[in-house]
């Protein structure tokens, strides 16, 4: 399905083998050296609690729920090290990523130069770093887009039902991963009506076949399923930062200027105004469909990256890749500008590839003289799983950061599955609600003395100077009312709070 085009200049294998065995150590290092961002919470846990038991049925997930899926054979291939499998899944994805952003452009009959320049400097957006160092579900669906966006270019040329189903289904795959791909494959949907109005059909039910998965989690679990995916969604972020003072961060203006500095942070900025340039400049030519096609997708990629709130930096990933694809067509056409425009271009996004590649250039010195924070933390579990063995003689434990827990061969709570984002809202649903969906609130706290935990681990939500209320704190309140025994975690800032001994 997926081949190179014949017109790709021959030229040996050990430069491009070269380039992605660098960026597969790149990627690699960079996941171990990266600290936990504070969101993974619910992406670790998700993936581990999808291994014992069936998503939204028994456990509450605030995303789709195919990245959980996914990933949640690792939890049971490398117990004790999923921390750090999931990590290098993660780099893997964005590596595959790279290499069918590069296959897409040469298909699109991109020059190999200008696809290996124009995929390099997507590689070095911030957004791109960022998420190919962290476990989160944005790394999935971009790999995911990226390959529907290929199998579109081929369709476009070869014109087979199967190519434009395929495409489909991976879009459909991607948005069962994450939501703010939907208007990605919409974009490319409305483009196939006008381009090729006999195919969107098969584009449409090879999205309806990627979908499926999610249609079927929605159908065993529809109450759990709608809080956790679009009510959360929609009235959380808003409670949490209102209730902190800070709710006007929130705001429309706020969130097109954080989507400008995201862009900044790197190439993409720069690329995207190059791209909006060239494309005025050239508007009475007719281009090729695959460029319309990029052009389309663009569009989709910047309405996907302004529609979640709070705005972060792993959200621009849905346009990257028809970004890259413009890319590499302008770096082609910029053979035919002036004598220097090319070069000076070029340079520019190198320059500007320096603020994408800090971060995680300053995780990989740090790790270098202090350990990697990955492995670390993985130690760490280790220790309190052992510590609460010892002291209890059982392995249950309740926490709000359930990412440092994964590796320790204790019993996590099932109703602190989404980490601490319900939990620090739980004024906006009744008990009830927080019961039936199996989702713990501080109102519903009390009913862990039915079968009391063995231990509680705290520390990890103690808020920040933006956000300062602290959700841990009814957590501490809880386990020193019950005489619970206080640990300090080797890191120095978790304390793991045991339950007296009943032997």
Same mark, same amino acid.
């Not at 003072?245 to 995201?262: N, R």
């Not at 663009?298 to 413009?326: K, N």
């Not at 713990?440 to 862990?448: G, K, S």
């Given at each position: ?63 789709? #729920?195919? =990245? +959980?899926?996914?990933? @949640?054979?690792? !939890? &049971?291939?490398?117990?004790?090290? *999923? %921390? $750090? /499998? ?110 090729? #109005?006999? =195919? +969107?059909?098969?584009? @449409?039910?090879? !999205? &309806?076949?990627?979908?499926?998965? *999610? %249609? $079927? /989690? ?117 053979? @035919? ?167």
């Amino acid at each position: 399905m997926i081949s190179c085009p014949a017109r790709m200049e021959p030229r040996g294998a050990t430069l491009p083998v070269a380039a992605t065995a660098a960026a597969l150590l790149w990627f690699g290092i960079a996941a171990l050296a990266t600290p936990f961002d504070h969101d993974e919470s619910q992406y670790i846990a998700g993936a581990w609690f999808s291994s014992r038991l069936l998503i939204y049925r028994d456990f509450l997930y605030l995303q789709p #729920p195919l =990245h +959980a899926w996914l990933f @949640a054979p690792l !939890a &049971l291939g490398f117990p004790g090290r *999923m %921390l $750090v /499998a999931m990590r290098l899944a993660t780099a893997a994805c964005a590596l595959i990523t790279l290499l069918l952003l590069h296959f897409a452009q040469r298909r699109a009959g991109i020059s190999r130069a200008s696809a290996a320049l124009a995929t390099a400097f997507i590689a070095a957006t911030a957004a791109f770093q960022f998420t190919a160092s962290v476990t989160r579900n944005d790394m999935l669906p971009t790999m995911l887009a990226t390959l529907a966006m290929l199998l579109s270019v081929i369709a476009l040329q070869a014109g087979g039902r199967r190519h434009w189903f395929g495409a489909g289904l991976f879009f459909g795959l991607a948005v069962a991963a994450k939501l703010n791909f939907i208007p990605l494959g919409a974009a490319v949907g409305g483009f196939a009506l006008l381009a090729r #109005p006999r =195919h +969107a059909a098969w584009l @449409a039910l090879g !999205a &309806l076949a990627g979908l499926a998965p *999610m %249609l $079927v /989690a929605c159908a065993l679990a529809p109450a759990a399923f709608f809080y956790g995916v679009v009510t959360f969604a929609a009235s959380g972020p808003f409670a949490w930062y209102a209730a902190n003072g800070a709710g006007d961060e929130l705001s429309w203006g706020e969130k097109f200027g954080d989507l400008a500095k995201y862009l900044w942070r790197g190439p993409a900025l720069l690329s995207l105004a190059a791209i909006i340039a060239h494309g005025w400049a050239s508007r009475g030519r007719a281009g090729p469909p695959e460029r319309r096609l990029a052009c389309w997708m663009i569009g989709g990629g910047l309405i996907g990256a302004a529609l979640p709130t709070p705005s972060q930096l792993q959200y621009v990933m849905p346009l990257l890749p028809p970004l890259g694809l413009a890319l590499g067509f302008m770096l082609d056409d910029a053979r @035919a500008w002036p004598r220097r425009a090319r070069p000076v271009l070029i340079a520019s996004l190198c320059l500007s590839a320096v603020p994408g590649l800090l971060p995680a250039t300053r995780h990989v010195i740090a790790m270098a003289g202090h350990g990697s924070p990955i492995l670390a933390a993985s130690d760490h579990a280790r220790w309190a799983g052992a510590q609460v063995r010892r002291l209890t003689g059982d392995d249950e434990i309740v926490t709000l950061s359930p990412q440092q827990l994964v590796d320790s061969g204790l019993n996590i709570d099932r109703r602190f599955a989404p980490g601490p984002f319900v939990y620090r809202t739980g004024w906006t649903m009744e008990g009830a609600e927080a019961r039936r969906i199996h989702a713990m609130i501080p109102a519903t706290l009390a009913d862990l003395d039915r079968d009391p935990p063995e231990a509680i681990l705290v520390g990890y939500e103690m808020g920040t100077r933006k956000l300062p209320l602290r959700p841990d704190d009814s957590l501490i309140a809880y386990a020193k009312r019950r005489a619970y025994r206080m640990l300090a975690m080797p890191d120095g800032v978790g304390k793991l709070y045991v339950r007296p001994s009943r032997r």
